[in-house]
């Protein structure tokens, strides 16, 4: 019976003095904290600047009137103005349509917020520029909100809304401020009455700054939903769900194979080592992985609408989706584990947090994102599970307003990892490169 081979000790001295235990942790370290400042800040560095054809709903419902025995159509005049502003170029993507389209679009979150000129706009302009009224009745112009397609969009739509809103009254009330004049010039003051024909102080400055703006929530949230970000929230959920999984079950199948010790606080156990072909590792993972997804799925929801009390509806597919997105993410996550080894993780979370999340369009819209992330976000899973959630939980669940691409995405990134995994796992086998014992013996 031979001996045991005896263990080879170091001390914490001796071990610090290495090069090859500095080293190696210093350059992933070091660019990983590189790597993840520039993705994060370059996202969320200069939103408003980098805004482009963020699409706001314009809608033109002004009658018109008659003055003077003249057609008047302030609405249309101020639409085709705003429409053609050269002074927000291409930040702006206007849809000019009906107050009804306007109301869909807001629903499905195609816009960040609508513009809504009235039907009585023309008239309560021309009321100011006629005999005084003891309660005059300011022209307005109505600003939609909706939080629901994300509230940072939705903030910066309402923002330039009521830009456009005072730009257009200060345009106004320079023509009222005119007409008003040669109305004076016209009609002098009564010798006989003395009574002036131009407006008093309190008059002029309402003529100076007429137009008002009202604000409204185009479309309305539940005062549980975060201020529409629940969705992103949930959405990360579900994405570490499945990446951190992926990592639990590969090391517990690495563990109970013998491939890895278990080490549970001063305790070490170790199985013996068995062989397995990283084919059939890949399969075992990933098998694992998507019935677990239904577990996690559930306790995700649990706890999100049972305990928290999110506002939310459409439970089964919401746990449906759920459930294949956890499955996908961890599935991409166990063929990077399966393809390249120990960095798996990192390039995991590389992949599926360090570029997704700022490609997202959770929190800033992707309109406001650079170039570059906006290419991320046609294909970066993050993306279209944050679209799965919020038309779920947001937008009743149509699949118009996101929810159909999130299926279709989510689909495809599940096929392909897993097909990559499985042929890149095989090519490992057939070229003899296992990760048990048997590649020790066959290297003797």
């Not at 560095?45 to 314009?58: E, R």
Request: glycine share 10%; with cysteine; proline share 6%.
């Amino acid at each position: 019976m031979s001996e045991p081979t005896p263990l080879l000790r170091v001390n914490a001295s001796g071990l610090l003095r290495r090069r090859g235990v500095w080293l190696p942790s210093a350059v992933v370290l070091g660019l990983l904290s590189l790597v993840l400042s520039m993705l994060y800040l370059g996202a969320n560095n200069d939103p408003v600047g980098a805004t482009k054809d963020l699409p706001i709903a314009l809608v033109d419902s002004d009658r018109g009137t008659e003055v003077a025995g003249k057609r008047v159509d302030l609405g249309a005049q101020i639409a085709t103005r705003i429409a053609g502003s050269a002074e927000l170029g291409d930040k702006v993507s206007w849809k000019t349509v009906d107050r009804r389209t306007a109301d869909d679009l807001l629903a499905r979150g195609k816009v960040f917020g609508a513009l809504v000129i009235p039907e009585g706009f023309s008239a309560d302009v021309a009321a100011l520029a006629g005999p005084p009224q003891r309660d005059p009745h300011p022209p307005t112009m109505t600003v939609l909100t909706n939080p629901a397609a994300g509230s940072f969009g939705s903030g910066m739509a309402a923002e330039i809304n009521q830009k456009v809103v005072a730009s257009t009254s200060a345009q106004v009330g320079r023509g009222l401020t005119q007409q008003l004049a040669q109305q004076a010039a016209q009609h002098p003051a009564s010798a006989r009455t003395g009574r002036p024909t131009a407006p008093g102080a309190a008059a002029q400055l309402m003529i100076a700054d007429p137009v008002k703006a009202t604000v409204e929530e185009g479309h309305p949230l539940g005062t549980h939903s975060g201020l529409g970000l629940s969705a992103f929230f949930y959405a990360l959920v579900l994405v570490l769900g499945g990446m951190l999984g992926a990592n639990v079950i590969h090391a517990q199948v690495d563990t109970a194979l013998g491939y890895m010790a278990n080490d549970k606080g001063p305790f070490r156990f170790v199985k013996p080592a068995q062989h397995m072909t990283r084919l059939h590792h890949f399969v075992v993972c990933s098998v694992l992985m998507v019935v677990l997804s239904m577990v996690t799925s559930a306790l995700a929801m649990a706890g999100a609408v049972g305990v928290v009390g999110i506002d939310a509806s459409h439970l089964p597919l919401l746990w449906i989706f759920g459930t294949c997105a956890t499955a996908a993410m961890g599935i991409t996550a166990l063929a990077l584990l399966a393809v390249f080894g120990t960095p798996g993780p990192i390039v995991s979370m590389l992949v599926l947090i360090g570029l997704a999340i700022p490609s997202a369009g959770a929190t800033i819209p992707l309109q406001a994102l650079p170039d570059f992330y906006r290419f991320l976000a046609e294909f970066e899973p993050f993306r279209q599970v944050v679209d799965g959630v919020r038309s779920i939980l947001y937008f009743g669940a149509r699949t118009d307003a996101g929810l159909g691409r999130a299926w279709t995405m989510t689909a495809v990134g599940f096929a392909v990892s897993l097909l990559v995994g499985l042929v890149l796992t095989r090519l490992y086998d057939r070229k003899g490169l296992h990760r048990s014992a048997l590649q020790l013996a066959q290297a003797r």
